[in-house]
């Protein structure tokens, strides 16, 4: 199973701030999205769930076009905000957060959603007491994880994280990682990482896309793309990476 993205543009107010992104996300790999910091990221991620709409109809899944409504189609593609505290509700305890995205499972029971909710808030490293307290009284890292939580429950086909691991220490960041690892292979969807961290992308990613100034410039492999790179920029974060590595 594939998600397209065809010649997608989009304005923001009178800024053009996406031209022409073209690209693949295949079922069962991890793309990384990475570009420096106001490059566009985001903006595309929310494009490709509804939160954004582009300028035409640009996406499809498995050739047929596919119309994302923020809310409506989670369960085809779910994108982790950056901050955390934007997927949850502040008036909800953790668990109800989780338990809310699979509202639309109506074949489960209320008492199943509980503990399937509290089973992925155990997962993800929550704590029975951490799980009744609303995002408020929680830190950033633990609303993470709330949200990850949250994104998973929905069993969407595709999955976008942006910047997961900003707010996670080194510890947590290696537990939530080999957590992706486990999840992917349980429920097999299409993962697409943004970040603009090559050190902690190239190791989860199968294909890299770099992103400058709302263009695509390079999408490849990830072994092609850290040891041949062909673009100066691209050149630059793989730099980077191997000399840190
Ligand atoms: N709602 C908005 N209205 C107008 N411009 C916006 C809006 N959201 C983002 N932008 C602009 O779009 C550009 C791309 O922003 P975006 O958040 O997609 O970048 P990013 O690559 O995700 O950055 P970062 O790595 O810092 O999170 C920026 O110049 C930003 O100022």
Known sequence: MSFQVDNLSL???????????????????????LGRSGCG??????????IHQSEQSCLKIDGTAFQPKF??????????????HMALSPFLSAVRCVEEAMETHKST??????????????????TPSLMQKQPHA????????????????ARPEFLILDEPFSALDLVTQKNIIAL??????????????????????????????????????????TSDFIHAPQHELTKTFASFALAET
């Open 109 to 126: 029971t209320k008492v199943q959603r509980r503990e399937k909710a509290q089973g992925l808030l155990q997962q993800v490293g929550l």
């Open 41 to 50: 990221k985001s903006t595309l991620a929310k494009a490709m769930v509804g």
């Open 11 to 33: 304005s923001l107010g009178d800024n053009k701030i996406l031209h022409d992104i073209s690209f693949t996300l295949e079922r069962g790999q991890v793309t990384g999205l």
């Open 180 to 221: 992706l690892g486990n999840l992917r292979q349980v429920y097999d969807f299409g993962l697409m990482i943004i970040s603009h961290d090559l050190r902690t992308l190239w190791r989860l990613a199968d294909k890299l896309i770099l992103i400058d100034q709302g263009r695509i410039i390079e999408d490849r492999p």
């Open 71 to 84: 809310g409506k189609t989670g369960h085809k593609i779910q994108y982790m905000w950056q901050d955390p």
């Open 138 to 153: 929680l830190s950033g890292g633990q609303c993470q994880r709330i949200a990850l939580a949250r994104a998973i429950a």
